[in-house]
């Protein structure tokens, strides 16, 4: 009696696959609604910079003309102030020049010129030094101190312009050390009036002076302020005391200025760089007023404004798109449920339809597979018979893996975990699939010296390197080469693989590799969902695969699978390593049989009936079998103490397993009992212990296993010491 024990009991199929993109079209909607998500974010924090970059650019622009705007004020005001100076300055040469001894009506006391000198100048504060001279005429009236000698000033050019030049006017000299006060001065000279040169009135202004009143105005720093001469002469510099010979700095901007009363421009200064300049003539006078300040220095409080702008914006950029990675990322844990979701959905549509035929289907096999066992014991070694019956069996035993594999999706399945040797696991798969092999396809296995332990269950790694082998022999198809290869592995940091998770430790390497013609990157995408195959119809069930993916996550292992189209596929299987070593397997025991205990045996299948008493009869027990929970109540209350236990299946249509064996224990307290179940659903278990039941055996049964059941249960003499509870369901 074979046995439907599902091959992958060790996988808990309550878990789906996290990462299987099982709805391709709400996987592109998604993605649909991450990019547009993503370009309105990008979007937003465009324009937020956009923004600032705007806001930044005018508003250098604005301080930039703002700047000018206060260089034009203050060169306007100081040109205004020059003016009136320069104009009380002329005005003072005027009386002065009046008093020209051999002029009309001048004073003809010469001692008393130099005291009018000095009270005309008192109320000039600029002026340091008022003058007449004349050194043909031995004229040299002064308003120096009195007793100071009066120098030769012949040489200086402010004497000799209007010496040369009659209608001269007015004139500015350049700035120089003055022999009288020996400060710097420059010096504003008229013509004696006569129809000959008679000599000039002038007067000396005070540099410092003017200097000090520029020092007042704080225009920041890479500022400057200076008074010019029409030809670019510096008079006053508020940066520079010393007399400096030499071309002017300004000359550009002279040339810009032309004959205009006012302008302003950008020059470019060597060691100031880029500077603001207002130029503004002194009305009626030779002169012009230059306010400058250097760019760097405007844009100071600008730059200081942006910076904090920009950090703004950044903060702000950033905040967005941490909400963005925390969006995508909550999208993402949003799709993943939602796979599973479905994927769920999908497993428990298949765990009822393996519901709903695994309890009749199995009936049906174990129907063919006891009598085929009892035939096999019949029928003589090496006859025809023996032969037929034996393809029999094996056609059933197929039938029941694959209503196991189908189980497995729906239900969790337990099994024990224990130390495995990786090298005797893979050759025994080798062996078991590689009996049927084309002969132009060559399986090679290569294996590291020392051995590799694994921990897991013996028929779930068997399950998964079949399913893995088998894979690829049928991808290489007619003729091709399959190479295993194991290896000891040491992850030092964690990594996500296509199944599973790989962590820092060690692990045995197994890489299964195929010279077949590879997947696309869709196919790949799928190759674990239940039901998909890439190869052609009535070839493959779609499920291998599927398998592997729970055994993989079951054995907290990890699986990453490396495919190109035309060029092959590797499966790259991560199993932890276990310190502890194999243990030796235990040899297997003899059924043991029965004294004649009666057994009722209930089943809604006759045919199963009949063969369990068969079965039962022959391991040394009195069957006494019912058809249905109705008549097994009626035999036993007839006659209570005339059973040693009961056998029952848990689906029946009448009344269930569960709820016969509570009511046969309310006739018979601690009653041993035995369920079968073809499928009883992931309940089960709950309910057989809540019914009090110890053993839980799966249809279609083996003789071995009925017969151990029995001795289990009868073994305490017909008491039950509690749920001690041996499932495969």
């Not at 030779?286 to 730059?303: H, S």
């Not at 990675?325 to 769920?344: G, I, K, P, V």
Request: hydrophobic letters at 45%.
């Amino acid at each position: 009696m074979g046995s439907t024990e599902p091959s992958s009991g060790f996988t808990d199929r309550t878990r789906p696959p996290p990462l299987t993109p099982a709805l391709p079209r709400e996987s592109a909607r998604g993605r649909a609604l991450r990019v547009r998500f993503i370009l309105v974010v990008v979007a937003v924090c465009g324009a937020v910079w956009l923004s600032a970059l705007f806001d930044a650019v005018r508003d250098r622009r604005v301080t930039l003309d703002e700047a000018e705007r206060q260089n034009d004020n203050v060169a306007g005001a100081l040109a205004e102030q020059a003016a009136r100076a320069l104009q009380a300055t002329d005005l003072i040469i005027k009386q002065a020049a009046l008093l020209d001894p051999d002029a009309p009506q001048a004073p003809a006391d010469r001692g008393g010129l130099a005291e009018l000198l000095r009270r005309y100048m008192s109320g000039v504060p600029q002026v340091r030094n008022l003058f007449v001279f004349d050194p043909m005429r031995d004229l040299h009236v002064s308003s120096a101190a009195a007793g100071s000698s009066i120098p030769d000033l012949s040489d200086r050019a402010y004497y000799t312009a209007q010496r040369d030049n009659p209608g001269l006017g007015l004139f500015v000299s350049e700035p120089f050390i003055s022999r009288v006060t020996g400060e710097p001065t420059f010096v504003l000279s008229r013509r004696l009036a006569g129809d000959t040169f008679k000599g000039i009135a002038g007067a000396a202004v005070d540099v410092d002076y003017i200097r000090r009143f520029y020092h007042a105005l704080d225009l920041g720093e890479g500022s400057t302020i200076e008074m010019l001469r029409t030809d670019g002469t510096v008079l006053v510099s508020r940066e520079h005391s010393a007399i400096e010979p030499g071309p002017s700095a300004w000359r550009a901007g002279l040339a810009q200025l032309g004959a205009t009363a006012q302008s302003h421009m950008v020059l470019d200064q060597p060691g100031r760089g880029l500077m603001r300049v207002s130029m503004r003539r002194v009305s009626g006078y030779p002169a012009i007023v230059v306010v400058g300040r250097g760019e760097r220095g405007i844009l100071e409080g600008w730059r200081e404004k942006t910076w904090g702008n920009v950090l703004r914006t950044l903060v702000i950029t950033s905040l967005a798109a941490l909400l963005l990675a925390a969006f995508l990322r909550q999208l993402t844990r949003h799709e993943r449920l939602t796979t599973q979701l479905h994927q769920s959905q999908k497993l428990e549509a298949l765990g009822t339809l393996a519901g709903g035929i695994a309890h009749d289907f199995n009936n049906i096999l174990g129907a063919v597979l006891g009598y085929g066992e009892l035939a096999v014991e019949q029928a003589a070694a090496g006859t025809p018979m023996r032969r037929y019956v034996e393809n029999i069996v094996l056609a059933a035993n197929r039938a029941r893996e694959l209503v196991a594999r189908i189980l497995a999706f729906s239900r969790p399945g337990i099994a024990s975990s224990k130390a495995l040797g990786l090298r005797e696991i893979l050759t025994d798969v080798r062996d078991l699939t590689c009996a049927s092999l084309p002969g132009r396809v060559s399986v090679e296995m290569r294996f590291p010296e020392q051995p590799l332990i694994v921990c897991g269950d013996s028929a779930q790694l068997h399950q998964m390197f079949a399913n893995l082998l088998t894979n690829a022999m049928q991808a290489v198809g007619a003729h091709g080469k399959v190479e295993v290869r194991a290896g000891e592995l040491e992850s030092g940091g964690e990594r996500v693989c296509t199944v599973g998770r790989l962590r820092a430790g060690r692990y045995a390497r197994v890489d299964i590799i195929d010279s077949g013609v590879g997947m696309t990157p869709a196919q790949a995408e799928r190759i674990f969902d239940p039901f998909f195959t890439t190869k052609p119809v009535g070839e493959g069930t779609g499920l291998g695969l599927s398998l592997v993916h729970g055994i993989v996550l079951d054995h907290d292992a990890a699986l990453e699978v490396d495919s190109r189209s035309g060029v092959g596929t590797t499966f790259h299987v991560y199993l932890p390593l276990a310190q502890a070593m194999p243990l030796p397997e235990p040899v297997p025991a003899t059924a043991p049989r029965g004294s004649g205990e009666t057994i009722l045996v209930v089943d809604d299948e006759e045919s199963l009936v009949n063969l369990a008493e068969e079965v039962l009869a022959s391991l040394g027990y009195e069957p006494v079998g019912c058809v249905g929970a109705t008549e097994a109540l009626k035999v036993f209350r007839a006659q209570p103490d005339r059973f040693d236990a009961v056998v029952s299946d848990a689906i029946m249509p009448d009344i269930p397993g569960t709820r016969l064996i509570m009511d046969l224990r309310r006739l018979r307290p601690n009653l041993p009992a035995i369920l079968m179940s073809g499928y009883g659903g992931p309940d089960l278990q709950a309910q057989a212990e809540a019914a009090g039941v110890r053993t839980v055996l799966s249809k279609p049964l083996r003789v071995s296993e009925l017969a151990r059941g029995l001795a289990n249960v009868l073994g305490t003499n017909g008491s039950e010491s509690g749920p001690e509870v041996d499932a495969r369901v």
